[in-house]
């Protein structure tokens, strides 16, 4: 079982995106899959059509005060699990700044998960902040993958995650996270800008990016608001195709450690 966590401190870059789409696709082809929405946002959460949930979210067992295994719940589709997101998340996070283990209190929460092997892949999606619940998912996290939007300022939200990283390392929560993917998000064909941005972004990251690049689509950005994966609500549309390919790549890189 492998623990990776989907984060960019800039919201609007396709990450809750990715973290759906991904994980259904990889669902899709037999990997069981558990989709954490750590966003008090609970977007993740809303593309499941489950936002009017109360009490499943995360909130509890962060606290200690429910087994974590009680709060995953099933999806549409089959082999992928969902643990929602609600507002409490929110106070969770102040509840634990309070403790001497802030940074490692998602990681304690999931060993149950490592212990009995139960997902091939447990995905983080995390808020688009520097806040207490982003740094835990880092601290709990095999790897990252960031999903960086094909514009100008690319790199410069690369840089900060990059340093969050550092700190997490040296802070001795988690001294093997590192960025082990960069999926380039919202691409436009029709510019040089898309396509520039993602040549500086390979020149800087080398084989950690990715080559699928998911194409800005008006299908992507509705999907959500209908509480549907890209593959329920556009199956055959250039959103569906691209994050297929993405999987596809996905399963290649970390095929020696599939189970």
């Known amino acids: 079982m492998k623990i990776i966590a989907l984060a960019n401190q800039k919201g609007g870059v396709g990450k809750t995106t990715t973290a759906v789409n991904l994980g259904c696709a990889l669902a899709q082809r037999g990997h069981r899959i558990l989709l954490i929405d750590l966003d008090p946002q609970a977007n993740a959460t809303s593309c499941f059509g489950m936002q009017d949930l109360e ?3 995360l909130y509890e067992p962060l606290l200690r005060e429910a087994p974590i295994a009680d709060k995953v719940l099933p999806t549409r589709l089959d082999k992928m699990f969902i643990i929602p997101a609600d507002l409490d998340l929110a106070g969770a996070e102040i509840e634990i700044a309070r403790g001497p283990d802030h940074l490692t209190r998602l990681s304690e929460t999931l060993e149950p998960f490592r212990a ?3 997902f091939d892949y447990i ?3 995390c808020p688009p902040s520097l806040g ?4 835990n998912a880092l601290a709990a996290a095999d790897e990252l993958i960031t999903p960086i939007q094909c514009e100008f300022f690319a790199l410069e939200g690369l840089a900060k995650i990059v340093r969050v990283i550092e700190q997490v390392r040296k802070s001795g929560a988690n001294d093997r996270v590192e960025i082990a993917g960069i999926v380039m998000t919202m ?3 029709r510019t040089n800008l898309s396509g520039q941005v993602v040549a500086e972004v390979r020149a800087h ?8 690049v998911i194409p800005r689509t008006v299908r992507l950005s509705e999907a959500p608001s209908f509480g549907k994966s890209i ?5 055959n549309g250039p959103g569906a195709r691209a994050y297929r390919a993405l999987a596809d790549e996905f399963i290649r890189r ?3 450690e599939t189970t």
């Open 132 to 135: 207490i619940l982003m740094t």
């Open 231 to 235: 593959f329920e609500y556009d199956p």
């Open 123 to 125: 995905f983080l999606d």
């Open 205 to 212: 990251f080398s084989d950690r990016v990715y080559d699928t």
């Open 254 to 256: 970390h095929a020696s």
């Open 187 to 189: 691409f436009d064909g």
């Open 55 to 57: 009490g499943e979210s």
């Open 116 to 118: 009995d092997n139960a």
